[in-house]
């Protein structure tokens, strides 16, 4: 009878932890401390903006040495300006060994490209409930530790407001779990990362 019990109490319990529904994503919170000490390496005079569109993301995985990346797109007067940052440091390195390399990306085509994103609903974009959703599917975010796919980061910030949207790779769940809520994330990353020549994932 007590082994019977025992066994009961556990199928319960592995039941419950099957049955999670509570997002165990990063929030903006954390993503935000962790992008701070890479702003602090760019000349504050880069930062002023009417308008701004950040794309932040890192090599992911295992790697020794950590590499994030950021897009810095930029509107002053009603003119653009694109830059590539990549900062790198050995993984468990402190923030004093950040190494920074920059790069303008001429292009005269960001008017338009800023119009594509308006149609992707860019301003509309909501990650809030992102985690729930790839939680309430089975796709909890310990299975994505090791894997080389990178967290993209969207900062949109005007001079009253600031807002951080997180999206695990939307190429991966959009293209090949057909997971509605990544489909705009996936086009927006895309059109940005097409700014330096790469694609998501």
């Given at each position: 009878?007590?082994?019977?019990?025992?066994?009961?109490?556990?199928?319960?319990?592995?039941?419950?932890?099957?049955?999670?529904?509570?997002?165990?994503?990063?929030?903006?919170?954390?993503?935000?401390?962790?992008?701070?000490?890479?702003?602090?390496?760019?000349?504050?005079?880069?930062?002023?903006?009417?308008?701004?569109?950040?794309?932040?993301?890192?090599?992911?995985?295992?790697?020794?040495?950590?590499?994030?990346?950021?897009?810095?797109?930029?509107?002053?007067?009603?003119?653009?300006?694109?830059?590539?940052?990549?900062?790198?440091?050995?993984?468990?390195?402190?923030?004093?060994?950040?190494?920074?390399?920059?790069?303008?990306?001429?292009?005269?085509?960001?008017?338009?490209?800023?119009?594509?994103?308006?149609?992707?609903?860019?301003?509309?974009?909501?990650?809030?409930?992102?985690?729930?959703?790839?939680?309430?599917?089975?796709?909890?975010?310990?299975?994505?530790?090791?894997?080389?796919?990178?967290?993209?980061?969207?900062?949109?910030?005007?001079?009253?407001?600031?807002?951080?949207?997180?999206?695990?790779?939307?190429?991966?769940?959009?293209?090949?779990?057909?997971?509605?809520?990544?489909?705009?994330?996936?086009?927006?990353v895309t059109a940005l990362l097409s700014l330096i020549g790469r694609s998501p994932c």
């Amino acid at each position: 009878m007590k082994h019977f019990f025992l066994i009961l109490v556990l199928h319960f319990f592995i039941i419950s932890i099957n049955a999670q529904t509570t997002s165990s994503w990063p929030t903006e919170t954390r993503y935000k401390k962790h992008y701070y000490p890479f702003l602090s390496k760019i000349a504050s005079k880069q930062l002023e903006k009417d308008f701004q569109i950040r794309l932040w993301f890192n090599n992911g995985g295992l790697s020794k040495t950590s590499i994030t990346t950021l897009l810095l797109i930029t509107c002053i007067g009603k003119k653009w300006t694109a830059t590539h940052f990549t900062f790198t440091k050995p993984a468990r390195g402190s923030d004093t060994s950040i190494k920074t390399t920059q790069m303008e990306i001429l292009t005269a085509s960001l008017d338009s490209l800023y119009n594509q994103l308006l149609r992707d609903s860019l301003l509309t974009l909501n990650s809030e409930k992102i985690g729930t959703i790839l939680d309430s599917k089975g796709i909890y975010s310990y299975n994505w530790h090791d894997n080389p796919c990178p967290v993209y980061s969207i900062e949109i910030i005007t001079p009253t407001k600031q807002l951080m949207l997180n999206y695990p790779c939307p190429k991966s769940f959009y293209d090949e779990l057909k997971i509605e809520e990544f489909e705009k994330p996936n086009k927006i990353v895309t059109a940005l990362l097409s700014l330096i020549g790469r694609s998501p994932c």
